[in-house]
């Protein structure tokens, strides 16, 4: 049926799901309080710490595009407002965002990191304008300072997509303790996962109030109970709410995630450095780009390898597939979609080349030096078979 060497495959993602992560599943379970409670208050407060945040707090929910979906409500984003995106993203950012009835206007990147290029932001700005999406691509900070400059400018708020970035810093500073409202993922395949979660920080204890409602079905007072395993049973809905709270279950398997998250980072670093230190011959030939950076302050999420010429993207895919290495593409241009067709947009030539030129290669929080020089070989055969050195 399939090749041979399919067995033994490397997959694109392999989540961490160790004993310690079963072991507080299985006592959550067994505690018997399943909806939101003590553990994901305590989850939240290790976020906290762990993001070094002061004044801002964590809002947990049961996904980043949900996590996205209540920032854009907060925000009192709704029809006839306009968000700048980058079109190359995940889709479940534009999603969010037009789940409001917002229009989506979508933004070309800078070359170097691939994040939303705040000169293009400016240039598309209009009196409609209410919020910029931004995005930490594979976990390589976007341009937060200069987008906070021009939201303050042209009294904007700015939403960031740190679903990649979850334990990356910018400049010295954890992403997500500072900026204006910032939103991780704790989905299946992100660096720490709850199985499906996300969260948002903000800084505003306003705010904070008003993501509880959002989270909770508009109820305005029935989060300080849960999270000591209480129910209020005298409640008042004071807005139109939705309900994407984070139970307990998936907050313990995060707790015990994130007791690890210190490791998974390391160690993806370790293995960009590797995957780099491989490569740096073919960047040299000019038959592939790599990213500018050492990962010293960057959680790497995914390994991207740009290619030179996009066209021979799929000869690679193929060329790893036959080798039982499995590859991503990181991202479409979202601009393309059908569903999006009517939005605004800009001129695109950054995002246009990157769509062809990228292509992720496997990264895990735990990959053995066998599995890394089986991939790094492989893509090495493909370009120049005479570099060839294992
Ligand atoms: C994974 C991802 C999301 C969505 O996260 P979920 O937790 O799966 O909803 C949003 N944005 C980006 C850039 C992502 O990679």
Same mark, same amino acid.
């Given at each position: 049926?399939?090749?041979?060497?399919?067995?033994?495959?490397?997959?694109?993602?392999?989540?961490?799901?160790?004993?310690?992560?079963?072991?507080?599943?299985? +006592?959550?379970l067994?505690?018997?309080?399943?909806?939101?409670?003590?553990?994901s208050?305590?989850?939240?407060?290790?976020l906290?710490?762990? /993001?070094?945040?002061?004044?801002?707090?964590?809002?947990?929910?049961? +996904?980043?595009?949900?996590?996205?979906?209540? !920032?854009?409500?907060?925000?009192? /984003? *709704?029809?006839?407002?306009? &968000?700048?995106?980058?079109?190359?993203?995940?889709?479940?950012?534009?999603?969010?965002?037009?789940?409001?009835?917002?229009?989506? %206007?979508?933004?070309?990147i800078?070359?170097?990191?691939?994040?939303?290029?705040?000169a293009? &932001?400016?240039?598309?700005?209009?009196?409609?304008?209410?919020?910029? /999406?931004?995005?930490?691509?594979l976990?390589?900070?976007?341009?937060?300072?200069?987008?906070?400059?021009?939201?303050?400018?042209?009294?904007?708020?700015?939403?960031?997509? !740190?679903?990649?970035?979850?334990?990356?810093?910018?400049?010295?500073?954890? %992403?997500?303790?500072?900026?204006?409202?910032?939103?991780?993922?704790?989905?299946?395949?992100?660096?720490?996962?709850?199985?499906?979660?996300?969260?948002?920080?903000t800084?505003?204890?306003?705010d %904070?109030?008003?993501?509880?409602?959002?989270?909770?079905?508009g109820?305005d007072?029935?989060?300080?109970?849960?999270?000591?395993n209480?129910?209020?049973?005298?409640?008042?809905?004071v807005?139109? *709410?939705?309900?994407?709270?984070? *139970?307990?279950?998936?907050?313990?398997?995060?707790?015990?995630?994130l007791?690890?998250?210190?490791?998974?980072?390391?160690n993806?670093?370790e293995?960009?450095?590797?995957y780099?230190?491989a490569?740096?011959?073919?960047?040299?030939?000019g038959?592939?780009?790599?990213?500018?950076?050492?990962w010293?302050?960057?959680?790497?999420?995914?390994?991207?390898?740009?290619? +030179?010429? @996009?066209?021979r993207?799929?000869?690679?895919?193929?060329?790893?597939?036959?080798?039982?290495?499995?590859?991503?593409?990181?991202?479409?241009?979202?601009?393309e979609?059908?569903?999006?067709? @009517?939005?605004?947009?800009?001129?695109?030539?950054?995002?246009?080349?990157?769509?062809?030129?990228? /292509?992720?290669?496997?990264?895990?929080?735990?990959?053995?030096?066998?599995?890394?020089?089986?991939?790094?070989?492989?893509?090495?055969?493909?370009?120049?078979?005479?570099?060839?050195?294992?």
């Open positions: 049926m399939s090749t041979p060497v399919a067995e033994n495959r490397v997959p694109v993602y392999r989540p961490y799901l160790g004993a310690e992560v079963a072991s507080a599943a299985q +006592s959550a067994e505690a018997g309080w399943l909806g939101m409670g003590k553990l208050r305590e989850f939240e407060l290790e906290e710490r762990f /993001l070094h945040l002061d004044e801002r707090r964590v809002v947990s929910t049961n +996904s980043c595009t949900e996590a996205l979906h209540i !920032a854009a409500r907060l925000i009192g /984003l *709704g029809p006839g407002d306009e &968000v700048i995106a980058p079109a190359f993203t995940y889709v479940a950012g534009h999603q969010a965002m037009s789940r409001t009835g917002a229009d989506i %206007v979508f933004c070309d800078e070359d170097e990191y691939l994040s939303i290029d705040p293009r &932001v400016e240039e598309l700005i209009t009196e409609r304008t209410k919020a910029i /999406l931004a995005v930490d691509y976990g390589l900070p976007c341009q937060l300072d200069r987008l906070m400059e021009i939201a303050a400018k042209h009294n904007l708020r700015v939403i960031e997509d !740190a679903a990649h970035a979850f334990g990356s810093y910018n400049q010295g500073r954890a %992403v997500g303790s500072f900026g204006d409202i910032t939103c991780f993922s704790f989905g299946p395949v992100k660096t720490i996962t709850t199985l499906e979660g996300g969260a948002v920080v800084s505003n204890p306003a %904070v109030q008003a993501l509880h409602e959002l989270r909770h079905l109820i007072s029935d989060t300080d109970a849960r999270y000591k209480q129910r209020n049973w005298e409640f008042d809905v807005r139109q *709410g939705y309900r994407c709270h984070l *139970g307990s279950v998936p907050a313990a398997i995060g707790l015990a995630q007791a690890k998250a210190d490791e998974f980072i390391h993806r670093q293995y960009c450095r590797t780099d230190k490569f740096a011959e073919l960047a040299a030939r038959d592939i780009k790599l990213f500018d950076t050492e010293k302050d960057v959680a790497p999420y995914i390994y991207v390898l740009r290619l +030179s010429d @996009g066209g993207r799929q000869a690679l895919i193929e060329h790893l597939n036959a080798r039982g290495i499995a590859t991503g593409i990181h991202f479409l241009g979202a601009h979609f059908s569903f999006y067709a @009517g939005s605004r947009r800009g001129e695109m030539p950054v995002t246009e080349a990157a769509t062809q030129q990228v /292509l992720t290669l496997p990264l895990h929080p735990y990959m053995d030096e066998d599995t890394l020089n089986r991939v790094s070989q492989a893509v090495i055969e493909f370009f120049a078979p005479d570099l060839e050195t294992a």
